[in-house]
């Protein structure tokens, strides 16, 4: 059993920064992927970016260039670096992991099978 716990969110303003962190407990035995996805009010889930086992990170192309993702291994920890943040990446943030080998990328994220309870991001002046 996977347990995801999210933690940074928060109130900012536009073109400032925020980190996320997505703190993993219990492991997998074949799961290789996990990731953060996003959902504002009245749209579709928004894959971000995603790690895989093997080392391999991708971001979104829509968040290209102001997120970053990273593992911590020493705390088990999914970080996600978001910079000069915009008023329309106001949403409800999502950790994900998945116990099963899949194909790791952004849009997939959203539909792993293990996610956190999310944290709040609002961008606004």
């Known amino acids: 059993q996977v347990q995801l716990v999210e933690l940074g969110g928060g109130s900012v303003e536009p073109g400032e920064s925020l980190k996320l962190s997505c703190v993993i407990t219990?492991?997998?035995?074949?799961?290789?992927?996990m990731g953060w996805f996003r959902q504002a009010p009245g749209k579709e889930r928004e894959g971000l970016a995603s790690?895989?086992?093997?080392?391999?990170?991708y971001v979104a192309d829509s968040v290209k260039g102001r997120f970053a993702i990273s593992k911590d291994g020493a705390n088990n920890t999914l970080n996600l670096q978001l910079s000069t943040l915009k008023p329309e990446d106001t949403a409800m943030y999502y950790c994900?992991?998945?116990?099963?080998?899949?194909?790791?990328?952004?849009?997939?994220?959203?539909?792993?099978?293990?996610r956190g309870q999310g944290t709040q991001v609002t961008v606004a002046s």
């Open positions: 994900a992991a998945s116990d099963l080998s899949v194909i790791c990328w952004p849009g997939l994220i959203p539909h792993l099978n293990y």
């Open positions: 219990g492991t997998t035995s074949s799961g290789n992927c």
């Open positions: 790690w895989d086992t093997d080392g391999s990170t």
